[in-house]
């Protein structure tokens, strides 16, 4: 426990309080528990040696003593975004990094959960040269293999690099990677930002049926194209892949288009989205032109 406090030294608040240390941080969330501002307050808790997501609460004060945090990372806002659709008066805390922050914005774009709601303890855990996309520990880049490099798509490839083989070239590694898929729905489950209840992933009108790997490339480009305006660069859905596709490549290419063409930069404030234009319901009903 004291090797993983110290991995992270600055937790920080973005609300009223300023904390530097964990126990501040245990202490802002009893605080916050005790005097009623948030109804559950939601983190993470050693369990037989995992780190697990956890809802601390009132009646348990002293368990907010095993509030910690560490590399394991978990939507937190998707579970806090299932307990608002259930009761959407709650008041809810959470911990959160810079992935989950940007990811509660589209959250709060999209309706999906309400700020007044919310209180959060931000955690500056983005100390390494991906900042600019604020990444995480996550990209510690892995090496992959030469068969991989050879015909597939190396998942630490920048989009510009990416864009260097010549389109035939592309196409046929991409080919490759898609073609890998188990059609898990993993990438689809872990995203903090996928919150359709109807998905077009399990649509037998957009991408056919009966097949693994599912409909190649209609399978990966429908969840890329959907991922517009809503992808926040996490990489969790590429953390999840067990047959690691390299999807975040893939979506960063996507909000680049999104913010060449309306300057809009996904998850980094709580504008409307030029998307929000289709409206928080989305139907699968097909419409006429
Ligand atoms: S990186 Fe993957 S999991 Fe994260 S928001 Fe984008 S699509 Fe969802
Ligand atoms: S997590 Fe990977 S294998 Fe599973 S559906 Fe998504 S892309 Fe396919």
């Given at each position: 426990m004291e090797e993983q406090m110290k991995e992270w030294l600055e937790p920080y608040s973005t609300t009223d309080y300023k904390t530097s240390t964990f126990e501040t941080m245990q202490e802002q969330a009893k605080e916050w528990l005790d005097q009623g501002k948030v109804d559950l307050f939601l983190g993470y808790k050693m369990v037989q040696g995992h780190p697990l997501p956890h809802f601390f609460k009132k009646d348990n004060l002293d368990e907010v003593d095993d509030l910690i945090f560490g590399q394991a990372?978990?939507?937190?806002?998707?579970?806090?975004?299932?307990?608002?659709?259930?009761?959407?008066?709650?008041?809810?805390?959470?911990?959160?990094?810079?992935?989950?922050?940007?990811?509660?914005?589209?959250?709060?774009?999209?309706?999906?959960?309400?700020?007044?709601?919310?209180?959060?303890?931000?955690?500056?855990?983005?100390?390494?040269?991906?900042?600019?996309?604020?990444?995480?520990?996550?990209?510690?880049?892995?090496?992959y293999g030469s068969y991989k490099k050879m015909v597939g798509i190396d998942n630490n490839m920048e989009v510009e690099a990416a864009e260097e083989f010549s389109q035939e070239e592309r196409y046929n590694r991409w080919l490759y990677e898609f073609q890998k898929c188990l059609k898990c729905y993993g990438c689809r489950d872990i995203c903090p930002v996928c919150f359709c209840k109807e998905c077009s992933l399990e649509h037998p009108d957009l991408i056919a049926t009966g097949s693994i790997p599912p409909e190649v490339p209609i399978f990966h480009l429908v969840r890329a194209v959907h991922m517009g305006g809503r992808c926040i660069d996490c990489g969790l859905c590429e953390d999840a892949c067990p047959s690691d596709i390299p999807l975040r490549l893939l979506y960063r290419k996507v909000s680049e288009t999104v913010e060449d063409v309306f300057g809009y930069k996904t998850g980094t404030h709580t504008d409307q989205s030029p998307f929000n234009l289709l409206g928080d319901e989305v139907t699968l009903e097909p419409k006429p032109l």
């Open positions: 990372r978990y939507s937190l806002e998707k579970i806090a975004t299932k307990i608002a659709a259930e009761h959407p008066e709650m008041k809810i805390g959470l911990l959160v990094r810079d992935c989950n922050q940007r990811a509660l914005n589209v959250l709060y774009v999209w309706n999906q959960l309400n700020p007044d709601n919310m209180e959060t303890i931000n955690v500056n855990c983005c100390p390494s040269k991906l900042k600019k996309h604020a990444d995480c520990s996550y990209l510690e880049p892995e090496k």
